[in-house]
């Protein structure tokens, strides 16, 4: 199948949120039409919703959508699987050909999230040595980073984790023929003591 596009391929999130709120079809649904999807390819179903296209695009849809719903205050999971070179995917050139200026950029509200996420990057040798310089590379984007079983903690605004997780995600890709890269956030948890918002 045709992975490529130009020089770059398509890169993937399936994902779902989770609002903690008796009307959450509507934070859902508002989520979904409110953020300028115009260039990925999306498709949305009672499991998850997948958006496909540049990278850049791919980070800037799902944080858009996670932080339209964590801004009402309300508590707020997410939980993506990010991918790149998977062998049965293919290129959907209508998504690949676009700028790379971002539609959602105007978003600009500061948000704490703690977060968990694991790379998988496929196909290489050392995978291990490519996880722990991502893990390091991590510790020098403003988030907090701890240890955790089978994944790596990170707390801090929404916009630095994201922007850290993008970097991660697209200096594993070119290393390795096909990366996944798990993500799970939790906004506005009572359990949560700091809050960049207040
Ligand atoms: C991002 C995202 N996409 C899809 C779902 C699945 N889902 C659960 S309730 C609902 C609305 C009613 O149809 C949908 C689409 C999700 N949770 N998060």
Redo the contacts with the bound molecule.
Sequence with gaps: MNQSCGNQRIAGCS????PMADD??KY??DS?SEVDTTKVWMQ??????TVRGKIEHVFDVTKA?LLHIAKTDVHVAFQGTFSIGCPGDFSGDAYMNVSSNLMNEGLDIRQYIASKFSLYPLGGGEYMNTIYKQIDAMKEKGVHVAPAHYSTRLEGDTHDIFKGLEEVFRETQAQVPHTVMTVTVSANSPSHKEDLNE
Excluded: E
């Design positions: 994902f779902s949120v989770h959450f079809v859902i649904k979904l949305t179903d009672d499991v998850t919703t959508i």
